[in-house]
T-cell receptor
Framework: GAGVSQSPRYKVAKRGQDVALRCDPI?????LFWYQQALGQGPEFLTY????????KSGLPSDRFFAERPEGSVSTLKIQRTQQEDSAVYLC?????????????FGAGSRLTVL | GQQVMQIPQYQHVQEGEDFTTYCNSS?????IQWYKQRPGGHPVFLIQ?????EVKKQKRLTFQFGEAKKNSSLHITATQTTDVGTYFC???????????FGKGTLLTVNP
C-alpha cells in the first residue's frame, strides 16, 4: 500500500481483556518497528523485526506483550490481560533498509484505552 | 540507557516570529533525525543529520548538528499556522535501528 496501515484506530478494553493490534507496512519494507507513545511523550521503542525475524524485543514492558510478523509483512502486537498503564497510542513504523540508520514511516497509530 | 533531552517543552509564538527547539545529550549522538507530529497525527520524518557540524535547510526550516555531536537544533524562520505541532528529535545510538526520541517541543502559533 501507499502507507503504513494500522487497525483498529481506536480500541477500548476492560482491564484484563486481551487485545490485538495490526500493522500492514509499506510493501517491500524490510524493517518493522512498534513504538508506544504515552500522552505528551515521545514514542518509545518496543520491538524490531527484520523480515520475519524479531531481532530486538527489549522494549516490551512485560511478558504480557507479544509481537509477531510470521510472513515478513503484516505484524500483530498482542497485549494480554490489559492493565490501565497499557493505555497509550501504539505506533507501527516501517523502513526500506535492513540495517543502518532507518528513516521511519509511521502509521496513524492504534489508540488503546484500558478502563 | 541513552537519554535525549529537548527544550523547551512548549513554545507559543505569534505568526511571523521565529522558533527554535534544542536537542541535547550527555553522550555522543550517532544520527539525529527530526520528526514532526501534528495534533492528533503521527510522527512524520523531516530530516536526518549525520556529520559533525552539519547544517541542512528545508525552506524556512534550518537543522544543525553540533560540532561535538552532542546537540542539535531546529530553527523555523517566520512561523506560519501550518507549523503547529510537536517536533521530536531522535537518535539511533549505537544500534543503528532503535531510535530514542526526545519528549518533543510543542509549538503553537497565534495567527
Amino acid at each position: 500500500g501507499a502507507g503504513v496501515s494500522q487497525s483498529p484506530r481506536y480500541k477500548v478494553a476492560k482491564r484484563g481483556q486481551d487485545v490485538a493490534l495490526r500493522c500492514d507496512p509499506i510493501s517491500g519494507h524490510v524493517s518493522l518497528f512498534w513504538y508506544q507513545q504515552a500522552l505528551g511523550q515521545g514514542p518509545e521503542f518496543l520491538t524490531y523485526f527484520q523480515n520475519e525475524a524479531q531481532l530486538d524485543k527489549s522494549g516490551l514492558p512485560s511478558d504480557r506483550f507479544f509481537a509477531e510478523r510470521p510472513e515478513g509483512s503484516v505484524s500483530t502486537l498482542k497485549i494480554q490481560r490489559t492493565q490501565q498503564e497499557d493505555s497509550a497510542v501504539y505506533l507501527c513504523a516501517s523502513s526500506l533498509a535492513g540495517g543502518g540508520a532507518n528513516v521511519l514511516t509511521f502509521g496513524a497509530g492504534s489508540r488503546l484505552t484500558v478502563l | 540507557g541513552q537519554q535525549v533531552m529537548q527544550i523547551p517543552q512548549y513554545q507559543h509564538v505569534q505568526e511571523g516570529e521565529d522558533f527554535t527547539t534544542y536537542c541535547n545529550s550527555s553522550t555522543t549522538l550517532s544520527n539525529i533525525q527530526w520528526y514532526k507530529q501534528r495534533p492528533g497525527g503521527h510522527p512524520v520524518f523531516l530530516i536526518q543529520l549525520v556529520k559533525s557540524g552539519e547544517v541542512k535547510k528545508q525552506k524556512r526550516l534550518t537543522f544543525q548538528f553540533g560540532e561535538a555531536k552532542k546537540n542539535s537544533s531546529l530553527h523555523i524562520t517566520a512561523t506560519q499556522t501550518t507549523d503547529v505541532g510537536t517536533y521530536f528529535c531522535a537518535d539511533s545510538g549505537g544500534s543503528n535501528y532503535k531510535l530514542t526520541f526526545g519528549k518533543g517541543t510543542l509549538l503553537t502559533v497565534n495567527p
